[in-house]
């Protein structure tokens, strides 16, 4: 990839990510969208706090993490776009093959999200 493509992608990824602002009810959360999976940090795969986006489910279905703790969406499956929408309007983030979406839930509570593709795909984040 060309110098000037990279830096394009990570502008668009910058505008993305800014333009998400706002707490939605989760008290400040903070999404954050990228085009790879992260691997650093907290919500990387074996922290407790990822989820996976594959055979056309969230996995695990339900996650417990703690208030502040931040989720790590990611699409892994080949060739299928998902989104991770949440049911109260807090985030609704596209997620093609290989995408990452993070996002830190700042208040206690259960929080519903779904796919808008699939409508059978649904997933909870419970924060305590």
Not at 118 to 128: L, Q
Request: charged share 10%; hydrophobic share 40%; glycine share 16%.
């Amino acid at each position: 990839m060309g110098r000037t493509r990279i830096a394009f992608t990570l502008f668009a990824a910058a505008v993305l990510a800014a333009g998400c602002g706002g707490s939605g009810g989760y008290g400040g959360g903070s999404p954050t969208t990228t085009a790879a999976p992260t691997t650093s940090g907290a919500g990387t795969p074996g922290s407790g706090t990822a989820v996976a986006i594959d055979n056309f489910a969230f996995s695990p279905a339900t996650l417990k993490v703690t208030v502040g703790q931040q989720v790590t969406w990611t699409n892994k499956q080949q060739g299928v776009a998902h989104t991770v929408t949440d049911d109260g309007g807090a985030f609704d983030h596209p997620m093609p093959s290989g995408a990452t979406f993070l996002f830190t839930f700042a208040k206690a509570g259960t929080f519903a999200y779904h796919c808008k593709i699939h409508p059978s795909m649904h997933g909870t984040i419970v924060a305590s």
